[in-house]
């Protein structure tokens, strides 16, 4: 069964910070992988994500991540946060098709000003 | 310009009494699928329908069950809620396979929600 961590439960940033949030995965075949965005009262957005091909994917606002296979991960960055950036960010994980996503238990990112 | 859209946002129901979510979606998506959010926890896939096949998950209890009675609406039906069941409810379509035309694959887009309160 395929399983998602993201080790960093609550981050709080002054604005301007460099981001990074952890995900690793479990899985034993190829992966689509992914990071969602759920802006508070929202739904969840897509942010990025990886299929193949060049490890480091860029998504909007400025994040990218990359997939490092070696250690099942796939890692959230940023630059420079803004305030606009509060939001919960979910890492997630597919399969063979996207049927089966298997979300991580998510990040509270709260930036102060 | 919603794509997948959830009524009601927010639902009160009483403990036992039947209670019905609906998603519908413009994406044209041969997938649907259901989760359940609660607090501080990741999105639980309860279910999905492929097409018109229903694809139960192993621990989703029997008391949750949908229907999905054309492409557009796919709805979520909870027999008898429990207190354990307030939750957020969250629909999601996405294009699978092959010969289905239109937009990018494999990527799910999620409604707003429906978050239910069980008194």
């Known amino acids: 069964a395929q399983s998602v961590s993201q080790h960093n439960h609550h981050v709080i940033l002054s604005e301007a910070a460099s981001l990074e949030l952890g995900c690793n995965y479990s899985?034993?075949?190829?992966?689509?992988l992914f990071w969602y965005v759920q802006y508070p009262g929202q739904h969840l957005q897509l942010l990025l994500k990886y299929f193949s091909g060049d490890p480091l994917v860029k998504g909007i606002k400025g994040f990218e991540a990359e997939f490092i296979k070696s250690k099942f991960s796939f890692n959230l960055r940023k630059p420079s946060v803004q305030w606009s950036d509060t939001a919960e960010y979910f890492c997630?994980?597919?399969?063979?098709?996207?049927?089966?996503?298997?979300f991580g238990t998510g990040t509270r990112l709260q930036v102060t000003l | 310009d919603a794509m997948v859209i959830q009524n009601p946002r927010y639902q009160v129901t009483q403990f036992g009494k039947p209670v019905t979510l609906s998603c519908s979606q413009t994406l044209n998506h041969n997938v649907m699928y259901w989760y359940q959010q609660k607090s501080s926890q990741a999105p639980k896939l309860l279910f999905h329908y492929y097409d018109k096949d229903f694809n139960n998950e192993a621990d989703t209890p029997d008391n949750f069950q949908s229907r999905r009675p054309n492409t557009s609406f796919c709805f979520l039906d909870i027999r008898s809620p429990g207190l354990g069941d307030a939750a957020m409810y969250l629909c999601?379509?996405?294009?699978?396979?092959?010969?289905?035309?239109?937009?990018?694959?494999?990527?799910?887009?999620f409604g707003a929600g429906t978050r239910l309160s069980v008194l």
């Open positions: 997630a994980v597919s399969g063979g098709t996207a049927s089966k996503l298997t």
């Open positions: 899985y034993g075949g190829t992966v689509n």
């Open positions: 999601a379509t996405s294009r699978e396979g092959s010969g289905v035309l239109g937009g990018p694959k494999n990527i799910q887009y």
